[in-house]
Nanobody, 117 residues
Framework: QVQLVESGGGLVQAGGSLRLSCAAS????????VAWYRQAPGKQRELVAA?????????NYAHHAKGRFTISRDSAKNTVHLQMNSLKPEDTAVYFC?????????WGQGTQITVSS
């Protein structure tokens, strides 16, 4: 079992930056990949960014995130970060940290990002 806790959400002005954190605990050795999703009211959940946990440089970014968002890892703290730059109002959503391993998906509780225009 893996537990994920997101933090770092909040209110930011358009063009600003924010860094989300996802702290993992439990059976963390079973984690193979990590992915950030987001969901805005009235919209479907969508992938933001994903990466291999054993090589965080191997990534997959949504078109809207590429060049603006970056996944990084702090192995000592069992934490993955999502650096979000040049934020736009359309980035407003609840952001979820997820992890995948052994055919299972784990989800955090989500953290709200609001980008004002």
């Amino acid at each position: 079992q893996v537990q994920l806790v997101e933090s770092g959400g909040g209110l930011v002005q358009a063009g600003g930056s924010l860094r989300l954190s996802c702290a993992a605990s439990g059976s963390i050795l079973s984690i193979e990949t990590v992915a950030w999703y987001r969901q805005a009211p009235g919209k479907q959940r969508e992938l933001v960014a994903a990466a291999r946990i054993d090589d965080i440089r191997i990534t997959n970014y949504a078109h809207h995130a590429k060049g603006r968002f970056t996944i990084s890892r702090d192995s000592a703290k069992n934490t993955v970060h999502l650096q979000m730059n040049s934020l736009k109002p359309e980035d407003t959503a609840v952001y979820f940290c997820t992890a995948q391993g052994c055919g299972r998906d784990y989800w955090g509780q989500g953290t709200q990002i609001t980008v004002s225009s």
